[in-house]
């Protein structure tokens, strides 16, 4: 690695966290509590009771996925230790030792190779999520893409609590990217879908007609959700579910539960929103409006890849409800909020 490319990296560390935390004993001899091996085994142990606890997995899965979550591991490691690296070759520049620089070079190239490397064995969770689907177990292949991605966020959120360093924001963002879109195209919707409503139409086939369409809840559930590919849908049910219990002054549901289901599949689901009314007219404006730019504000932080933020999220109020909104004036406004209609918040954890 180049002078210029060590350079890069250099800048996008935070010097003071590193040297308090590579260390396995302070200066005054004393065990460092945030020696980093220490935090790394205590995030993957607590991702792996997230793992545990789901009890939707069988034991052969959630081994897999503690294997998975050990090369996270490994992978903050390496970093840490490349970031060593770093440090010292810089120190060691200001300090005109060039001898020293040049070893701190060899294990700057030494770690990088480490990190690639453990990149490069963490692109098996795509073969192992394509043999889920494969092996027709969609539901599995759903839940597990989903935790991995939320692995490695809880890994890129690990630095920035523990270092104040962003890593999507450093050189390093390039493989991060590359590793969060590989998981993210993993699973081909279309495929799955194809699938399913072929299998639907075969079954339907041998049933007697049907004069109204079922919404089969837990179906949409367990749906991915192509709008907000980090935030699933049961977060998306939970958080809406409040505009089925809120009433207006008339003591009118402002939804059902089956428009409240339709819109989730709609919206997020299908990715092609079907406007409709609310079954109870709400008493102000500001109290839906509310509630939609809440979900922004919590989603938004999962959508970090999305352009144009505050037109998309205002868009999957205004695409479905548009009939009840100024679409100019309402979007000024919309920051404008109360606290009339509160959404269950938004937890980006698995559900078990």
Not at 217 to 231: F, M
Not at 255 to 284: H, R, S, V, Y
Not at 293 to 321: G, L, P, V
Request: aromatic share 14%.
């Amino acid at each position: 690695m180049d002078r210029e490319k060590i350079k890069e990296y250099y800048k996008s560390c935070n010097v003071y966290s590193i040297e308090s935390i590579i260390k396995f004993k302070s200066t005054d001899g004393e065990k460092n509590t945030s020696y980093f091996r220490n935090t790394g085994y205590e995030r993957e142990k607590l991702f792996n009771n997230i793992i545990d606890e789901n009890t939707f997995f069988d034991l052969k899965t959630k081994k897999r996925l503690k294997e998975e979550n050990r090369l996270c591991t490994f992978l903050y490691e390496h970093i840490v230790r490349f970031y060593d690296a770093v440090c010292n070759y810089e120190k060691a520049l200001r300090e005109n030792e060039i001898n020293k620089a040049a070893s701190y070079t060899n294990n700057i190239n030494l770690r990088f190779y480490d990190i690639k490397h453990t990149f490069a064995n963490l692109e098996y969770q795509r073969l192992y999520i394509r043999s889920l689907v494969n092996d027709e177990k969609y539901k599995t292949a759903i839940k597990v893409r989903y935790l991995c991605l939320q692995m490695l966020e809880n890994l890129l959120l690990h630095f920035k609590q523990w270092l104040n360093m962003d890593l999507l924001n450093s050189p390093f963002k390039h493989l991060f990217n590359a590793h969060l879109e590989m998981l993210k195209t993993s699973i081909n919707t279309d495929e799955i879908n194809l699938i399913v409503n072929i299998g639907d139409i075969v079954k339907t086939e041998k049933q007697e007609p049907q004069h109204e369409t079922v919404i089969n809840k837990e179906e949409i559930l367990n749906g991915i959700n192509n709008l907000i590919s980090n935030v699933n849908i049961e977060d998306v049910y939970d958080y809406f579910e409040i505009l089925t219990k809120s009433t207006n002054k008339n003591n009118e549901y402002y939804l059902t539960e089956k428009q409240l289901l339709n819109f989730i599949k709609a919206t997020f689901i299908d990715l092609k929103p079907i406007p409709q009314e609310f079954c109870g007219k709400p008493n102000n404006k500001k109290d839906v409006r509310s509630l939609f730019f809440r979900f922004y504000e919590q989603c938004s932080i999962y959508d970090y890849k999305a352009k144009h933020k505050k037109e998309k999220y205002f868009n999957i109020m205004f695409e479905t409800f548009g009939y009840f909104f100024d679409k100019a004036k309402d979007f000024d406004e919309w920051n404008k909020t109360n606290q009339k209609i509160i959404g269950k918040k938004i937890t980006n954890k698995p559900k078990i």
